[in-house]
């Protein structure tokens, strides 16, 4: 009998995801070789990945267009180690008060909410930044007080850009509630059993948070790695 072959439907995050790897590689190649031949296929690398980019965001209110992305990632090209493409860092700050209660900020650029956070700054340590966003966002005082989780905002899916999340828990020392007017559409504190929606990516973390909160004593969560988690050593081709 026959086989018939059924299409395979990619979801759009995966899509994502392998087009943000197929740019990083080739735009890292780009920045460690001058062999012509070797810069027009990684050239040629970016011009599939922003196929796949588009493709990815079709029809989802957010439309990309393949030939300004391949222009801007050329435009972002280093060169040597400056141009080695790595996943920005994000700090984020779960933050619990006397109530058992978390202090969540609905984002402006895309309505969700989430924990206070923010691109890490060069020049401060990742704690600082934590200090700094919660402050900035939400008025609020805090103290670090240890490491939660890291994890990938791609897998996570509450993000375009390829980044890793440190997210501290915090305890609350001072400070007045209020939102910033720029980035916040809403601050305020929520109850386990009473989230806001959209929220970004609660099933990951909001777990050990409320953890963390209730004084619980949580392990780091990170992302557990996929098998095999891209493509392993002993495929490459042999010389």
Request: glycine share 10%.
């Amino acid at each position: 009998m026959r086989r018939v072959a059924f299409p395979v439907v990619t979801a759009p995050p995966d899509l994502l995801r392998w087009s943000e790897a197929l740019a990083g590689i080739a735009r890292t190649g780009l920045a460690f070789t001058d062999n012509l031949y070797e810069r027009e296929r990684f050239v040629e690398v970016l011009h599939v990945a922003a196929d796949i980019r588009a493709a990815a965001n079709q029809g989802g209110g957010d439309d990309v267009e393949a030939a300004p992305l391949v222009e801007e990632w050329m435009r972002l090209v280093g060169a040597g180690v400056a141009g080695y493409v790595t996943p920005k860092v994000a700090v984020g700050a779960v933050v619990g008060n006397d109530r058992g209660e978390i202090l969540l900020v609905q984002r402006a650029d895309n309505g969700v909410w989430l924990y206070p956070t923010g691109w890490a700054d060069v020049g401060y340590s990742a704690s600082e930044v934590a200090v700094k966003e919660v402050f900035e966002e939400t008025g609020m005082e805090i103290e670090p007080v240890r490491l939660i989780a890291v994890l990938d905002g791609l897998r996570l899916g509450f993000t375009q850009v390829p980044l890793y999340s440190l997210v501290f828990y915090c305890r609350v020392v001072g400070g007045e509630l209020r939102r910033h007017p720029l980035e916040c559409l809403d601050v305020g504190w929520f109850a386990e059993g009473n989230l806001p929606e959209p929220l970004a990516g609660a099933t990951r973390w909001s777990v050990p948070a409320f953890q963390a909160i209730r004084g619980e004593v949580v392990d780091v969560v990170f992302d557990p790695p996929r098998y095999p988690p891209w493509r392993l050593h002993d495929e490459l081709p042999s010389r």
